[in-house]
């Protein structure tokens, strides 16, 4: 595959280490040489397989837009816009596109997704849920994608709401804890990312999936089928 990847932070850079050793080609663009997204051109875009986004909040809409528009799949690793998800979509759906995002690209992170789903229930019988989650303190969004994932799960599965406290510190990669607390028992369940290569080997994974399909996908929907 030929893959180009938005990006050259720590993230972005390992990503692009990673889809080498997969033995893609791989070109990579700094945010500074792609400014609103007008390095992606026809000419940049010809020939691509598939892009992968690990940028900012602030980057990543032109960015998708300008991939859409030119029919080439996107895999967006970025979060923090999530509030413009229905324009994105309609977009994808009316260019027949292909967009697949995800909050967290750690397999690990998916399948604890999966897990919380499975417990989602017990809010309705006196528990308490809460989520910490703790990132380095680059990180842009609080609170995290991720746990506004869990979130999600949590309050839909249950109809109760679900408080998020979030630390920044340090260069702690990404840890989500969520405690669910009753006058009986505490349960905890953790996931502390140990380095940045979960998410980028998740990344080039969905961008080898995504390759040839259009649509608009979240991660979780797919991972079961890497």
């Known amino acids: 595959m030929k893959v180009l990847v938005l990006g050259r932070g720590k993230t972005g850079a390992l990503v692009a ?27 940049t875009l010809k020939n691509t397989d598939a892009v992968i986004d690990f940028t900012t909040p602030h980057a990543v809409i032109p960015n998708m ?51 919380v789903q499975a417990i989602a229930p017990m809010l309705k019988h006196n528990y308490r849920g809460s989520i910490v989650e703790r990132h380095h303190v680059h990180k842009k969004d609080k609170p995290s994608g991720s746990a506004m994932t ?6 839909s599965g249950s109809g109760q709401k ?9 260069e702690t990669v990404g840890m989500h804890l969520l405690m669910m607390d009753s006058a009986n028992d505490t349960i905890l369940f953790t996931h502390d990312a140990k380095s940045r290569l979960g998410f980028a080997e998740g990344a080039v994974r969905a961008a080898e999936w995504i390759r040839g399909k259009t649509g608009f996908y979240e991660f979780p929907e797919v991972v079961d089928q890497l």
């Open 150 to 155: 869990l979130q999600k799960i949590l309050e």
């Open 65 to 115: 837009i300008r991939c859409v528009e030119a029919g080439v799949p996107i895999v967006v690793g970025t979060t923090g816009w999530y509030h413009h998800m229905d324009k994105v979509r309609e977009l994808v759906a009316h260019r027949k596109g292909a967009v697949l995002y995800g909050s967290n690209f750690s397999i690990g992170m998916n399948f604890f997704f999966k897990a």
């Open 162 to 170: 679900v408080e998020i406290a979030s630390v920044r510190e340090g």
């Open 17 to 43: 280490e990673v889809a080498h050793g997969r033995q893609h080609e791989v070109h990579s663009l700094a945010s500074q040489e792609n400014q609103d997204g007008r390095a992606l051109t026809p000419a």
